[in-house]
């Protein structure tokens, strides 16, 4: 695994409820180290309700990206949706949730991206980890995301699907999942600069 150099250092904040907080916590500490800042600051108990994501960009070598990821949820709209309607191609994955504001800032440069590699079959997917439909459906229709999201407060099981390998850890939390349905990147936190997801999209198509 290797950290994508950055210009700068950015630190997204991200509000997670209470409720939803509650439900994740032992998904977001999986795999955490004890001096993980993740982990710290959820045991510290200040009370700040925010999990902080370091905006850090993971690349995984293909050797070493392990099992293809199996998931299965529902779309808001109600669709049944799952890792095999995926099979053989780049997927991005983005855990979000209305109320979270990396994530609103955030959401028309994934659309842009979406736009730019859809005609290239390359497929977007949104986890929304604590919203109801209607309030997905109007952040969606706000930011003018057209990819779907698979409505995951209640179940979790994408969430959990992904943390068995690479935890999403905060939420924003983007993935790209290589064409054998492993993850080949992560972007932990807000996006540091979208022409950096487009770099990982593009290395992700590019592999045979």
Request: proline share 6%; with cysteine; net charge neutral.
């Amino acid at each position: 695994m290797r950290a994508r150099p950055r210009g700068r250092t950015l630190r997204a904040r991200l509000a997670v409820p209470a409720v939803a907080l509650a439900a994740t916590a032992a998904l977001l500490l999986s795999g955490c180290s004890s001096n993980d800042s993740l982990a710290s600051q959820y045991r510290s108990g200040s009370g700040q309700n925010y999990i902080a994501g370091d905006g850090t960009v993971s690349e995984f070598a293909a050797a070493s990206r392990g099992s293809a990821v199996t998931f299965s949820g529902t779309l808001a709209d109600g669709t049944p949706v799952s890792s095999k309607d995926y099979a053989g191609k780049v997927l991005v994955v983005n855990f979000w949730y209305a109320g979270c504001p990396p994530c609103r800032v955030e959401a028309p440069e994934l659309e842009k991206l979406y736009q730019k590699y859809g005609p290239q079959g390359v497929a977007f997917l949104g986890v929304n980890l604590y919203d109801t439909a209607s309030t997905a459906a109007s952040f969606e229709h706000d930011k003018g995301v057209t990819y779907p999201s698979v409505l995951d407060r209640d179940t979790g099981s994408v969430l959990l699907a992904f943390s068995k390998t690479v935890p999403p850890k905060a939420t924003p939390t983007t993935l790209v999942v290589d064409k054998q349905g492993r993850v080949a990147a992560r972007i932990l936190g807000a996006l540091p600069d979208a022409s950096i997801l487009d770099s990982l999209i593009s290395d992700a198509v590019a592999e045979h």
